[in-house]
Nanobody, 126 residues
Framework: VQLQASGGGLVQAGDFLRLSCTASGSIFSSYAMGWFRQAPGKEREFVAAISWSGGSTTYADSVKGRFTVSRDNAKNTVWLEMNNLKPEDTAVYYC????????????????????WGQGTQVTVSS
């Protein structure tokens, strides 16, 4: 499956952004989807994930209550809505898919996920 992420930009602290990730080339509804981010000089970290049906979601503690992940299988799209953005949210954001929800939410770089999008830059100024 090919993933295309978009929606990043330069915003001020407290602002809102919505990232999108559109999939093609496979049966989107078969996969759990996740969002990750990587700040300069830091490891890629888990942000949020949603199960294939949308019935389960998981968030990193750092974004819980501010970010919301959702999906529409008919549109082959997953979104990450980011509210009350903070300077520490500045990073390149990536979407990823995997057949296993557990592998997404526990990902730490020690195994490969199904596929990744190309990343979209989010910069939050103070």
């Amino acid at each position: 499956v090919q993933l295309q992420a978009s929606g990043g930009g330069l915003v001020q602290a407290g602002d809102f952004l919505r990232l999108s990730c559109t999939a093609s080339g496979s049966i989107f509804s078969s996969y759990a989807m996740g969002w990750f981010r990587q700040a300069p000089g830091k490891e890629r970290e888990f942000v949020a994930a949603i199960s294939w049906s949308g019935g389960s979601t998981t968030y990193a503690d750092s974004v819980k209550g501010r970010f919301t992940v959702s999906r529409d299988n008919a549109k082959n799209t997953v979104w990450l809505e980011m509210n009350n953005l903070k300077p520490e949210d500045t990073a390149v954001y990536y979407c990823a898919e995997d057949y296993d929800y557990w592998r997404l939410i526990h990902y730490s770089g020690t195994y490969s996920l199904g596929s990744w999008g190309q990343g979209t830059q989010v910069t939050v100024s103070s």
